[in-house]
């Protein structure tokens, strides 16, 4: 019986298709998956309609129409059902249950990416053959926003470290095109994980955006705080000192590599200049450092004194690590620590290019900073805190 079912289907499929052409496919197809389903719940049966078997689990029970949204427009399908002791649903509609789920997540995958509306429409109609609307896609990014803001609040604890960066990406504000500044803060606790403690996003990384951030952190519970790590950003000194007073401060070693070269007068000197800095960098102790930098500072007093007095004033800022157990200084003396979170953050904002708004921006980021948090709270551990106090 099953045999001349199908026959008579493909019959049927191949005279809709010889009429009709490419404009009978959709109904050729539903007249398969039609098909397909009664041929599934007789294996499910085990047995074909109408047939006697003792083998038989259950019985037929007619079909129920069910509307689905495919790639070639909505098709009316009608679903088998059954009576008896047996569960059944087709398995090909349970294929669409996972997909629309699937395309739920893309959506929001796609805002992730800082894709707009717009383009998110055009691309799910391209690929998907589906009419997606500006509707639903602004609730998929507002559920999101809520799991990202939720994650952007939690409470905080100890952290012994505190390392803080910038970068910039350009927004579209009143019609012109401008830097926003990302304000990222990492920390490592008295465990010796890593974990992104925040992520925030302004115009400008004024005093104000950095106090308010730093402020934020305090507020969520964040305290025992024995070092910050750094470079010299605009407005973070003034901030860091009003809301973090008594914990030292270590600049970014690597960034005053690169800021020492401004000064140095020749091209041909430049590495010279930072094999001294790096000699002092690496020296086994605090006091073999201070000596090497006042050798610096007096060998080019003559010959590069704009150079002189800027490393006599700005490099000591980078030799506070010197106060912390040796095994530590290396992680802790610059803030290479975030190069991995600004690739990973740039490899998606180089998709965008342009993000509409600060919200769009702010999306993209915590997103990315939430999955690599997540990886490195549950991965092991960054330092060996034990030696904290060691010297």
Known sequence: MAHVADST???????VLTQEGFEGLAEAIRILINEAMKVERSAVLQAQPY???GQRRGYANGFKAKTVATRLGSLTLEVPQVRGDVQFYPSALERGVRSERALKLAVAEMYVQGVSTRKVTAVMEELCGLEVSSTQVSRAAALLDQELEAWRKRPLGEISYLILDARYEKVRQGGSVVSCAVLIAVGIDPSGHRSVLDVSVSLSEAEVH???FLAGLQERGLHGVQLIVSDDHAGLAAARQARFPAVPWQRCQFHLQQNAGHYVPKVSLRPQVAADLAAIFDAPDRATADQLLQATVKKYAQTAPKLAAWIEHNVPQGLT??????AHRRRLRTTNLLERLNKEIKRRTRVATLFPNEASLLRLVSAV????????ETGKLYLTMELVGAS
Do not use: K, N
Not at 9 to 15: C, F, K, R, Y
Not at 369 to 376: F, G, R, V
């Open 321 to 326: 690590v010197f106060a912390f157990p040796a």
């Open 9 to 15: 289907a493909l019959e049927t499929v191949l005279q």
């Open 51 to 53: 047939e006697r078997t």
């Open 369 to 376: 900073l939430m999955e690599i948090s997540e990886d490195w």
């Open 210 to 212: 950095w106090r308010t």
